[in-house]
């Protein structure tokens, strides 16, 4: 059965089973596998890039998180040209910055203004920084002492992050596909993650088991995880969007 929402009449958010969020994993190793070594190229590019801005002072940090969707709008641009017969390359990972790039950015400002409230949040339930005046240096054994009994505000944080980045999940290809404003993909990205809450909380859950088993052998898995993971955020979408 498929719904639509009163913002866009050209956008139909259709209504999946939640068993389908799980089969976005099996869909976006389906791609990867289609070209795996292009995918491993775009994402080892899309890592190298944002690791390399977080080590620029001051406003590396913040450049980087204004760009994440961007990249993953490439990342779904890239999945609808292979599945349309094309051949990747490593200028697709730019494909990004040829869509409505402003509307993009807008989105990782909201992000990361969403993640500083919530890291305020947690520090006002007790959160321990971790930080300790003297000249010992703060450990990790130290941070898991002073979190002894307040383990609940994790808990709290991760839950709130994952309402805030499920929400706007689709958004990246809303406004690659559809150029919508920020406030329109918002919006339609809202709508289709209620209306698929099931779909959207099995697609977490295996997003989440991908990157624990890609740990297990020495993070090697995360070669696959990575790539994985920015073919499915296409699969979703089109599973949502495009359906018939």
Same mark, same amino acid.
């Given at each position: ?11 139909? @958010? ?48 913040? @450049? ?19 599945? @349309? ?160």
């Amino acid at each position: 059965m498929s719904a639509e929402a009163p913002v866009a009449p050209t956008i139909k @958010a259709a209504d999946v089973r939640a068993s389908r969020g799980a089969a976005w994993i099996a869909e976006g190793f389906k791609i990867f596998r289609g070209q795996p070594l292009q995918w491993s190229g775009l994402s080892l590019g899309w890592l190298v890039i944002t690791l390399g801005l977080f080590m620029i002072p001051l406003i590396g940090a913040v @450049a980087s998180n204004f760009l994440q969707p961007v990249f993953f709008a490439s990342f779904a641009l890239a999945a609808k040209k292979q599945l @349309a017969g094309g051949r990747l390359e490593m200028g697709d990972l730019f494909a990004g910055f040829r869509a409505s790039v402003r509307a993009l950015v807008n989105i990782g400002a909201i992000l990361l203004f969403a993640e500083i409230v919530i890291f305020a949040l947690l520090a006002l339930l007790g959160l321990p920084m971790a930080v300790e005046p003297g000249d010992k240096p703060y450990t990790v054994a130290d941070y898991v002492r002073d979190l002894d009994g307040r383990e609940w505000i994790l808990v709290v944080g991760l839950v709130l992050t994952a309402i805030v980045k499920g929400s706007l999940w689709f958004t990246a290809p809303i406004i690659a596909f559809h150029g919508l404003s920020t406030m329109h993909a918002i919006r339609w990205s809202l709508y289709a993650a209620l209306s698929n809450l099931g779909a959207m909380v099995a697609y977490g859950l295996a997003l989440t088991v991908l990157f624990i088993a890609a740990l297990i052998p020495w993070g090697l898995g995360l070669l696959l995880a990575f790539p994985i993971m920015a073919a499915s955020t296409y699969a979703g979408y089109r599973d949502v969007f495009e359906r018939e």
